[in-house]
């Protein structure tokens, strides 16, 4: 199971449910920031391919309302000094990644309640964001939280998070002939 925690771009949001259908994982969406809204809702179906109507996720914008669909351990992403590397974490059937914001990630508060925290390596590069020219939130003045940490967008950790899990939960496939 994905908890997207208030991520703001549609376009991560469809990819990540396509992600979750191809990888039979449940996607719960905390919107607060309302980008599940009809407004968005054709932008998030094109980036689903079709995952949308097939497995809809389940949205809203009250975290206990969110966490009252979680039955196992919540595990956040995050870049963290107490985060595991994603190929030492020990999954069980029923984790629940919790994968943050754009911008800021899992929240801190929220992340110090979870049960563990991961984080899919990468080089140890120092690569800042600049200023994007079609920025997610047009408002927003700060940088990123971890900004010039290595880090992977949100819907390519999704992915690679929904494969290791996929591949250490399910029998190896046998390859289509």
Known sequence: MFLLFALQSPTNIGMILRTAEVFETRVIVFDPHGVMSSEHIEKIADFACGALGRRPPVVSDDIAECLSHVKGR??????????????????????????????????????????????????????????????????????????????????????????????????LLVPRS
């Open 74 to 171: 919540l595990i956040a992403t995050g870049l963290g000094s107490n985060a595991k590397p994603l190929p030492f974490h020990q999954w069980e059937e029923g984790d629940c990644i919790v994968l943050g914001n754009e911008y800021d990630g899992v929240p801190d508060d929220f992340a110090s309640r979870t049960d563990s925290m991961i984080w899919v390596p990468t080089t140890d590069q120092h690569l800042p964001k600049p200023r994007s020219t079609n920025p997610i939130d047009p408002n927003r003045v700060e940088n990123v939280r971890n900004n010039g940490d290595a880090s992977l967008n949100v819907a390519a950790t999704a992915a690679i998070i929904g494969y290791t899990r996929f591949q250490a939960l399910k029998p």
